[in-house]
């Protein structure tokens, strides 16, 4: 008999802590790359602020395993939020020069990051389960969308109207003030309960297990990294040096995050487990494909297309990478037990890839500048999601095989 797909009150409550997290971001963070930029133009400085954030979230994740695990995880939670505010403190201390300190203020942000989403992503585990994961992670993705609609349209409406830098310092203010309501409902989520104690060396020996899944799916999330690091910040600054107009960046993140409003809430409703393999590879070559008019044209028309392409498909790729590797940590109690330790290997594996795509970036960049050499970068770097299919396409067909037998 088929269990039908529900989210309790603790799933809803994260959901909300999720969405206010995501908002906050992309008010700030849609734009946080262009200040930067606005003061000194330098693909690299950008590209070394994204490989600070990387190293010090892989880190964070690694060493803050032992606290979400033996200690109080919601204290984590709260205090990656908490120095997400202070890092938008700074930024609006520091002003222009900012980008003199490109790397204490990655750093920061990255351990913000790190404690949030690692002590999110246990919790997320724990209050879902195999029937409603593809549901939660449905509704991350909708609610993502609607951010992504409401956020930076707005931001880019605010800095054009009050112009120059004041129009910044309103929206990272706002930031500040989401970031404290999220503190005030992080504290209605129940504590969770405590782990046995944590196993520093466990993501190497997971690896190192003959016939273990993860050594399938580490490769594959590498690989979906190495897209990731390089695309979250390039695509933004693209549609900003092409126009010139932060209210044309607001309207870039509309338009796509409304398609993406539409796709994820498909995807959530309609993609099942059966279909991640096949969806996946789909999603992943349609990814791909998407970038090729860029090679004709590099401005804002081409950019859209791209944006409202990966939009429609990247529900398709995400979900059932993201949605397998959460299953892996539920497979036993013996994997249950260390889902911590499970959740720093899948944010490693992901950091490596997306250092290693944005090291790529900055190498190539040193050489030439140029739009073409640009999109020939993303063509490269666009194709990993396939890679990622590659490696993970045998767990996705194990998982299809356990729910047909179910």
């Not at 690299?44 to 190293?55: K, N």
């Not at 992504?148 to 880019?156: A, L, Q, R, T, Y």
């Not at 405590?194 to 273990?212: C, M, T, V």
Request: proline share 3%; charged share 15%.
């Amino acid at each position: 008999m088929k269990t039908k797909a529900h989210l309790n009150r603790q799933s809803l409550l994260l959901l909300a802590v999720n969405g206010l997290i995501v908002l906050a971001g992309a008010l700030s963070g849609t734009f946080l790359n262009v200040y930067l930029w606005k003061s000194k133009q330098d693909y690299a400085m950008i590209g070394w602020f994204t490989v600070a954030q990387q190293v010090a979230i892989g880190l964070t994740f690694w060493l803050g395993g032992k606290w979400v695990k033996e200690y109080n995880k919601m204290n984590a939670l709260r205090a990656g939020i908490v120095l997400s505010g202070l890092f938008y403190l700074l930024v609006l201390w520091a002003g222009p020069n900012a980008v003199r300190w490109i790397w204490p203020l990655g750093l920061l942000l990255g351990i913000a990051m790190g404690l949030f989403w690692l002590s999110f992503n246990v919790v997320y585990f724990e209050v879902t389960d195999r029937v409603n994961r593809d549901l939660f992670n449905g509704w991350v993705g909708l609610l993502g969308s609607v951010t992504g609609i409401v956020g930076p349209w707005f931001s880019g409406l605010l800095i054009t109207w009050l112009k120059g830098d004041r129009g910044y310092r309103v929206v990272f203010t706002i930031s500040l003030v989401i970031y404290g309501l999220c503190v005030f409902l992080s504290f209605f989520l129940k504590k969770r309960e405590r782990g046995s104690g944590y196993s520093w060396a466990e993501p190497i020996s997971q690896l190192r297990s003959k016939g273990n899944p993860w050594r399938w799916m580490t490769p594959g999330l590498v690989a979906q990294g190495v897209r990731e690091g390089v695309f979250a910040f390039l695509i933004g600054l693209l549609v900003f040096v092409a126009t010139k107009q932060e209210s044309k960046l607001g309207q870039f993140t509309l338009i796509t995050s409304a398609i993406s409003l539409l796709t994820y809430w498909v995807a959530g409703k309609w993609f099942k487990p059966k279909f991640r393999s096949p969806g996946m590879l789909v999603g992943a070559l349609l990814l791909w494909i998407v970038i090729l008019p860029l090679l004709w044209k590099n401005g804002y028309g081409t950019l859209l297309a791209f944006g409202i392409g990966t939009a429609v498909f990247m529900p398709l790729y995400i979900l059932p990478i993201t949605a397998a590797g959460f299953d892996l940590m539920g497979r036993s109690d013996e994997t249950v037990e260390k889902r911590v330790e499970l959740v720093v290997l899948r944010e490693l594996s992901l950091m490596v890839g997306r250092l290693l795509g944005t090291f790529i970036f900055i190498a190539v960049l040193m050489v030439s500048r140029t739009p073409l050499t640009i999109t020939m970068l993303m063509l490269v770097l666009g194709a990993s999601p396939i890679v990622s299919w590659v490696f993970a396409r045998k767990l996705l067909k194990a998982e299809k095989s356990a729910v047909t037998n179910k």
